[in-house]
């Protein structure tokens, strides 16, 4: 249980994936400019990194290691998380048609979201078994969720405040999120 508990905490805070590993920057800057959407990509972001961790975990330790084919990692997984992915969509546009409008063009790209892939890949290379990697994945997406989600209100916040013109818009966004990162540097002592 210790040990869960050192792997959720490590992988939601003090190594999260977008501000200390810097993957899935896309959705992150380009989604979190209303917390109401945000939350909607973070919650499809968790139900797909938590799936696709088990579902990798499980065919890689039962079809890939026994068939000596470890090399195939990278395009199985690849497989796996475009078919979770169309799942969460085919969901969403007929059970949340305004989150679905909403998220637009980032929900497909989630296939691509670098943070996906290497929450799989990562399991592999820190040899986590089953359990361990579906809880390491959802402690990332966890982590992903909080980011996206202050992100958000924080964004929406500065739309209200009085900055200089050359700072708005994306550049006041990136100095955001670099802040964020130095903030989260801070949990690095924690483990």
């Known amino acids: 249980m210790k040990e869960l508990m050192l792997i959720i905490v490590g992988s939601a805070l003090v190594n999260n994936v ?45 079809i890939l290691i026994p068939a000596h084919m470890e090399y195939l990692q990278t ?14 969509e085919m969901f969403l546009k007929k059970a949340m048609p ?9 929900l497909p790209l989630i296939t691509t979201n670098c943070a996906v892939l290497g929450v ?18 959802f402690a990332t997406a966890v982590g992903f969720t909080l980011s996206i989600i202050v992100m958000a209100g924080i964004r929406e916040k500065i739309e209200y405040n009085d900055i200089p013109e050359a700072f ?10 670099g802040l964020m990162a130095i903030a989260f540097f801070g949990f690095s002592g924690l483990i």
């Open 18 to 62: 977008v501000l200390s590993q810097f993957l899935g920057l896309c959705p992150f800057l380009g989604v979190s400019k209303k917390t109401e959407t945000a939350a909607g990509m973070g919650g499809a972001v968790i139900f797909v990194i938590t799936l696709s961790s088990f579902v990798t975990g499980v065919i890689y330790q039962f």
């Open 120 to 137: 799989a890949l990562i399991n592999v290379q820190k040899e986590y078994n089953i359990l361990q990697g579906t809880v390491n994945g």
């Open 168 to 177: 708005r818009g994306f550049p006041i966004v990136l100095i955001t999120a």
């Open 98 to 106: 305004s989150l679905y409008q909403a998220l637009g063009v980032y």
């Open 75 to 88: 395009i199985v997984f690849i497989l796996v998380i475009a078919a979770l992915v169309q799942f969460v």
